[in-house]
């Protein structure tokens, strides 16, 4: 029974990271319904950034703040100096939805070559913020440290706030009606472009905390987040693309599931048992477990 429990706990950490990653891919597609693949790229130019920071300061906590407003800062650039002039150049037909994905696999690639050549390929670590040890009870120790707790609370957190933002406030409103009608939100006086610039800072801070809180318990390097990017997007299509709640329980899923896999059968199925896991809820329900049928109105 305690191999169960300890198990679960690392699969709820593990989740926790993923849906992060997640958060930032959900809070894009429904700010402008595009699927950002360099988010990847982003969180690891933002990670870098407060790696600098802990270095010369020896201060995580001031690391994670800096961090974060430069993931939004790189997410905002990027809206500005890509997507929105992809959205100018090519606004109808197929060219128009595909343009943007292939636009962020090429700036994905662009951003690992710019850290490559301003850090190098040497796999760094972050000083950790909290302890490692698992918190002990009695006689027994287990496997979830304070540094996991860290990770899980911040993730709620996350999540609670954009959950607010999105249902609750006027700035909610204007990012789901500039994603799916933004000729309908600019006659309603919305401004589109700016909401839409918004939404990507948020993604961009969102995935900034996945890179500073996973960083600190693994390594850094260009391409260290990239199996968190595909977790992430794993974890967003299960949670259903729609909902910031499916993209957090998703990630949960995934984090649950890869943990029983790797302590029950074989660390070998790692990477397959994301897309199993995927595969089997949408054979149940295509839609993801948060996803709907029903037509929104902006």
């Known amino acids: 029974m305690s191999r169960i429990i300890n198990t679960l706990l690392i699969g709820i950490s593990g989740g926790s990271i993923y849906s992060l990653m997640s958060l930032a891919l959900v809070l894009v597609w429904r700010s402008t319904r595009v699927v950002n693949f360099a988010q990847a790229g982003q969180a690891i130019l933002s990670t870098y950034i407060g ?52 636009a962020t696999l090429g700036l994905l690639g662009l951003i690992r070559a710019i850290v490559g050549m301003i850090w190098g390929g040497d796999l ?8 490692n040890h698992g918190f002990t009870f009695g ?19 996350v999540m609670l706030i954009f959950s607010v933002i999105f249902q609750r406030t006027n700035l ?31 993604a961009g801070a969102a995935g900034a905390i996945a890179g500073v809180l996973v960083t600190p318990t693994n390594y850094l390097s260009p391409n260290s987040l990239d199996l968190l990017l595909v977790s992430g997007f794993v974890a967003a299509v299960i949670g ?13 899923v995934l984090g649950i599931s890869l943990a029983f896999v790797l302590e029950y059968i074989s660390s070998s199925l790692a990477f397959p048992v994301a897309f199993v896991v995927l595969m089997a809820v949408l054979l149940i329900k295509p839609a993801g477990l948060f996803g709907g049928k029903r037509v929104r109105s902006a």
């Open 124 to 131: 760094r670590r972050f000083k950790l913020p909290v302890t």
């Open 51 to 102: 790696y600098v920071v802990v270095t010369h300061t020896d201060n995580y906590w001031l690391a994670f703040p800096v961090a974060l407003l430069s993931g939004a800062l790189i997410g905002a650039l990027v809206d500005i100096f890509l997507i929105r002039i992809l959205a100018r150049r090519a606004n109808s037909g197929p060219v128009a939805a595909i343009a943007p994905v292939i």
């Open 139 to 157: 006689h027994t120790t287990i496997p979830f440290a304070p540094i996991n707790l860290l990770i899980v609370v911040t993730t709620v957190i």
């Open 172 to 202: 909610g409103l204007a990012l789901r009606a500039s994603a799916f009608s933004p000729e309908i939100a600019r006659l309603a006086g919305v401004r589109v472009d700016l909401t839409r610039t918004i939404g990507w800072a948020f």
């Open 240 to 252: 259903g693309l729609e909902s910031l709640i499916g993209a957090a329980l998703g990630g949960l």
